[in-house]
C-alpha cells in the first residue's frame, strides 16, 4: 500500500443527504486549502467568502476554538480548527463547514482536511474530481485507516474494529466492534503479553546463567503463569462476538390455525404492516415473510396460511397447505402459534414446534386454557410493565403468552427468537473477534499447553521457543509481527473513504 502522497475520497454513504464529507490526508493538504478557498478581501458574506478562484499563495480566516487566523500553506494551525465558508471550484461558490487536523495529531498521523458540503453526490464526485485535479489520488479501500495504523495512531485491533462497526447488524454486534475499536481487545490482550513476556525473559535468563546455581523460576511458577494466561486467553474467547457475517438467514415461521393471531404477530414483529389482518378465519393465502432485527442479527420471519386437520375443501385449499408445510419443513426455528380463545387442543401438524406462543391474551380476564396442560404456570413478568396491566406468563414448558395488540411479552419473545436462532449466550458479548483473531488466540494457546507439558521433561530452551511463538501469534492481532499479506487483507475490505 503506497503512502507519503495525498489521498481524497468521499467519506460519507452513499446517496442523498443533508450534508456529505469529501476527506484528504497527505503533504499536499495545505496547499489544496488555499487552492479551494477565494482570495481574501474579496467580497461576499461569511469568512473568505468571495467569487475568486484562490490561488496557492492565499489564505483564508479560519476560526479556531478562541481566535481567528488568517491560514497560509506556510502557517498551517498545529491544531485542530473549523470554519464556515465557502469552496470554490468548477465555476461553483459552494458552502461548506472546512475542518483542519494538523501532523501528527490527526486520525491518519498526517494533514488531513475535511469538507463538509451540501449533500448532493454529484456536488461531492466534483469536488473530489478538483482534489484529485490539484494532485490527490483517489483512495484505496481502507486507505485512511491502514494510514492511521502505518502512523502509529491505532493498532491493527483497532484498525479492524472500524471493520468490524461498519459491517455490524445488529445492536449487540455494534456495541462489541466499538469496543474493538476503542482498544478494548489491546487492553486486554496487552496484560497477557507482558506476563508471557515476562516469563520468557525469566526463563532466557535462567538459560544464561545455567552454569550458575541460580533459579529464577521454578518449574511450578512456569506452569502456573502460563495456566494463567491460558485462562485469560480462554476468558477473551468465550465472551467475544464474530463479527463475520453468517452465510444463512435463520428462518421463522409462524405456524397456526386460521385466525390464530399469526398475521398481527409478524406485523408486530416487523414493526409495520406486512400482512392483511382480518376477523375472516383464511386471509393469508400464500406465504408472507418481513425482515425481523434481533439482538444478534437480522431474521426471516414467515407467516403461512392458517393449517387445520380436517381435509382441503378445494384445489386451491391444498395447493396452500402443501406450500404451508414445504414452508415449514425448510424452516429453521418453528412457532406454533395458538389463539388463547380457542379451547381446542393445540394444532397438531407433523413436527414439534420449537416454541409455544398464546396470543390475544389482552382478550382474557383469566387464563382459561394452557397448550401444555401438564405445565405449571407461573408469573414471570410484573403487571407494572406489561399494557393495561396483563399478566404476560411464561410456562415452565415453554410456551409463552403474549398480545401482539398490545405488546405484552414480546420483548421476551424476540429473546427467546434470538436463542433459537442463533444459540444460547451466557452474557452479552463485550468483544468482536474475526476468524484472524480467533485462529491467532486459539494457536497460541495451543503453543502455551505445549509449553506447559513440556516444562517437566523438557529443557527450557523448548518451554522458550513454545512461549515465544506463542508471544509471536498474539502480536499478530495487534499488528505487532504481522505479515505484509494479512494487512492486505485486512485493509482491502474496508470502504472506499474510510
Same mark, same amino acid.
Given at each position: 500500500?503506497?503512502?507519503?502522497?495525498?489521498? #481524497?475520497?468521499?467519506?460519507?454513504? =452513499?446517496?442523498?443527504?443533508? $450534508?456529505?464529507?469529501?476527506?484528504?490526508?497527505?503533504? !499536499?493538504? %495545505? $496547499?489544496?486549502?488555499?487552492?479551494?478557498?477565494?482570495?481574501?478581501?474579496?467580497?461576499?458574506?461569511?469568512?473568505?467568502?468571495?467569487?475568486?478562484?484562490?490561488?496557492?499563495?492565499?489564505?483564508?480566516?479560519?476560526?479556531? #476554538?478562541?481566535?481567528?487566523?488568517?491560514?497560509?500553506?506556510?502557517?498551517?494551525?498545529?491544531?485542530?480548527?473549523?470554519?464556515?465558508?465557502?469552496?470554490?471550484?468548477?465555476?461553483?461558490?459552494?458552502?461548506?463547514?472546512?475542518?483542519?487536523?494538523?501532523?501528527?495529531?490527526?486520525?491518519?498521523? @498526517?494533514?488531513?482536511?475535511?469538507?463538509?458540503?451540501?449533500?448532493?453526490?454529484?456536488?461531492?464526485?466534483?469536488?473530489?474530481?478538483?482534489?484529485?485535479?490539484?494532485?490527490?489520488?483517489?483512495?484505496?479501500?481502507? @486507505?485512511?485507516?491502514?494510514?492511521?495504523?502505518?502512523?502509529?495512531?491505532?493498532?491493527?485491533?483497532? #484498525?479492524?474494529? =472500524?471493520?468490524?462497526?461498519?459491517?455490524?447488524?445488529?445492536?449487540?454486534?455494534?456495541?462489541?466492534? $466499538?469496543?474493538?475499536?476503542?482498544?478494548?481487545?489491546?487492553?486486554?490482550? %496487552?496484560?497477557?503479553?507482558?506476563?508471557?513476556?515476562?516469563?520468557?525473559? !525469566?526463563?532466557?535468563?535462567?538459560?544464561?546463567?545455567?552454569? @550458575?546455581?541460580?533459579?529464577?523460576?521454578?518449574?511450578?511458577?512456569?506452569?502456573?503463569?502460563?495456566?494463567?494466561?491460558?485462562?485469560?486467553?480462554?476468558?477473551?474467547?468465550?465472551?467475544?462476538?464474530?463479527?463475520?457475517?453468517?452465510?444463512?438467514?435463520?428462518?421463522?415461521?409462524?405456524?397456526?390455525?386460521?385466525?390464530?393471531?399469526?398475521?398481527?404477530?409478524?406485523?408486530?414483529?416487523?414493526?409495520?404492516?406486512?400482512?392483511?389482518?382480518?376477523?375472516?378465519?383464511?386471509?393469508?393465502?400464500?406465504?408472507?415473510?418481513?425482515?425481523?432485527?434481533?439482538?444478534?442479527?437480522?431474521?426471516?420471519?414467515?407467516?403461512?396460511?392458517?393449517?387445520?386437520?380436517?381435509?382441503? %375443501?378445494?384445489?386451491?385449499?391444498?395447493?396452500?397447505?402443501?406450500?404451508? %408445510?414445504?414452508?415449514?419443513?425448510?424452516?429453521?426455528?418453528?412457532?406454533?402459534?395458538?389463539?388463547?380463545?380457542?379451547?381446542?387442543?393445540?394444532?397438531?401438524?407433523?413436527?414439534?414446534?420449537?416454541? &409455544?406462543?398464546?396470543?390475544?391474551?389482552?382478550?382474557?380476564?383469566?387464563?382459561?386454557? +394452557?397448550?401444555?396442560?401438564?405445565?405449571? &404456570?407461573?408469573?414471570?413478568?410484573?403487571?407494572?410493565?406489561?399494557?393495561?396491566?396483563?399478566?404476560?406468563?411464561?410456562?415452565?414448558?415453554?410456551?409463552?403468552?403474549?398480545?401482539?395488540?398490545?405488546?405484552?411479552?414480546?420483548?421476551?419473545? $424476540? @429473546?427467546?427468537?434470538?436463542? !433459537?436462532?442463533?444459540?444460547?449466550?451466557?452474557?452479552?458479548?463485550?468483544? #468482536?473477534?474475526?476468524?484472524?483473531?480467533?485462529?491467532?488466540?486459539?494457536?497460541?494457546?495451543?503453543?502455551?499447553?505445549?509449553?506447559?507439558?513440556?516444562?517437566?521433561?523438557?529443557?527450557?530452551?523448548? =518451554?522458550?521457543?513454545?512461549?515465544?511463538?506463542?508471544?509471536?501469534?498474539?502480536?499478530?492481532?495487534?499488528?505487532?509481527?504481522?505479515?505484509?499479506?494479512?494487512?492486505?487483507?485486512?485493509?482491502? +475490505?474496508?470502504?472506499?473513504?474510510?
Amino acid at each position: 500500500m503506497t503512502t507519503g502522497d495525498t489521498i #481524497a475520497a468521499i467519506s460519507s454513504a =452513499v446517496g442523498p443527504a443533508a $450534508r456529505m464529507i469529501v476527506r484528504a490526508s497527505g503533504p !499536499l493538504v %495545505r $496547499r489544496m486549502c488555499a487552492a479551494l478557498l477565494p482570495s481574501p478581501g474579496t467580497p461576499g458574506e461569511g469568512q473568505g467568502e468571495g467569487s475568486g478562484k484562490g490561488n496557492e499563495g492565499s489564505g483564508f480566516r479560519v476560526q479556531g #476554538a478562541s481566535s481567528s487566523f488568517i491560514l497560509h500553506p506556510s502557517s498551517f494551525p498545529h491544531h485542530s480548527v473549523a470554519s464556515y465558508c465557502r469552496l470554490s471550484f468548477n465555476r461553483l461558490s459552494v458552502p461548506a463547514w472546512v475542518y483542519l487536523f494538523a501532523a501528527p495529531h490527526s486520525v491518519t498521523g @498526517e494533514d488531513v482536511i475535511e469538507l463538509h458540503i451540501p449533500g448532493n453526490p454529484l456536488l461531492a464526485r466534483m469536488l473530489l474530481d478538483e482534489l484529485i485535479r490539484l494532485g490527490a489520488r483517489q483512495a484505496d479501500p481502507g @486507505e485512511f485507516t491502514a494510514r492511521a495504523y502505518f502512523n502509529g495512531r491505532i493498532d491493527l485491533a483497532e #484498525a479492524e474494529g =472500524v471493520a468490524a462497526t461498519i459491517a455490524a447488524q445488529s445492536e449487540r454486534e455494534l456495541s462489541a466492534a $466499538r469496543q474493538l475499536m476503542a482498544g478494548e481487545l489491546t487492553r486486554r490482550l %496487552r496484560p497477557v503479553m507482558d506476563g508471557i513476556a515476562e516469563t520468557l525473559a !525469566l526463563i532466557e535468563v535462567g538459560i544464561d546463567f545455567s552454569e @550458575e546455581d541460580v533459579t529464577f523460576l521454578s518449574q511450578e511458577q512456569i506452569n502456573e503463569r502460563i495456566s494463567s494466561a491460558d485462562a485469560a486467553l480462554a476468558r477473551m474467547l468465550a465472551e467475544s462476538s464474530r463479527f463475520e457475517r453468517i452465510s444463512h438467514e435463520p428462518q421463522v415461521v409462524l405456524v397456526g390455525r386460521p385466525n390464530a393471531g399469526k398475521s398481527t404477530l409478524l406485523n408486530a414483529l416487523a414493526g409495520h404492516d406486512r400482512a392483511i389482518v382480518s376477523p375472516v378465519a383464511g386471509t393469508t393465502r400464500d406465504a408472507i415473510w418481513a425482515h425481523v432485527s434481533l439482538s444478534r442479527g437480522m431474521v426471516r420471519v414467515i407467516d403461512i396460511a392458517g393449517l387445520d386437520e380436517g381435509d382441503a %375443501r378445494d384445489e386451491i385449499s391444498r395447493s396452500m397447505q402443501e406450500q404451508a %408445510r414445504r414452508t415449514i419443513e425448510q424452516a429453521d426455528v418453528v412457532v406454533l402459534v395458538h389463539d388463547c380463545t380457542d379451547e381446542r387442543p393445540p394444532l397438531n401438524f407433523g413436527r414439534d414446534p420449537d416454541l &409455544c406462543v398464546e396470543t390475544k391474551i389482552d382478550l382474557l380476564v383469566t387464563r382459561a386454557f +394452557s397448550p401444555c396442560e401438564s405445565s405449571a &404456570c407461573v408469573d414471570e413478568t410484573d403487571d407494572s410493565n406489561q399494557p393495561h396491566g396483563l399478566k404476560a406468563r411464561v410456562t415452565t414448558g415453554g410456551a409463552l403468552q403474549i398480545s401482539a395488540a398490545c405488546g405484552a411479552n414480546l420483548d421476551r419473545l $424476540r @429473546e427467546r427468537l434470538d436463542a !433459537l436462532a442463533f444459540g444460547e449466550v451466557s452474557s452479552a458479548a463485550s468483544l #468482536a473477534l474475526n476468524a484472524r483473531h480467533v485462529q491467532a488466540i486459539q494457536e497460541a494457546r495451543e503453543s502455551l499447553a505445549r509449553a506447559c507439558q513440556g516444562t517437566p521433561g523438557v529443557g527450557p530452551e523448548v =518451554v522458550a521457543m513454545e512461549l515465544r511463538e506463542a508471544l509471536d501469534l498474539l502480536g499478530t492481532i495487534l499488528g505487532g509481527v504481522t505479515p505484509d499479506d494479512v494487512l492486505g487483507r485486512v485493509f482491502s +475490505s474496508f470502504c472506499i473513504g474510510k
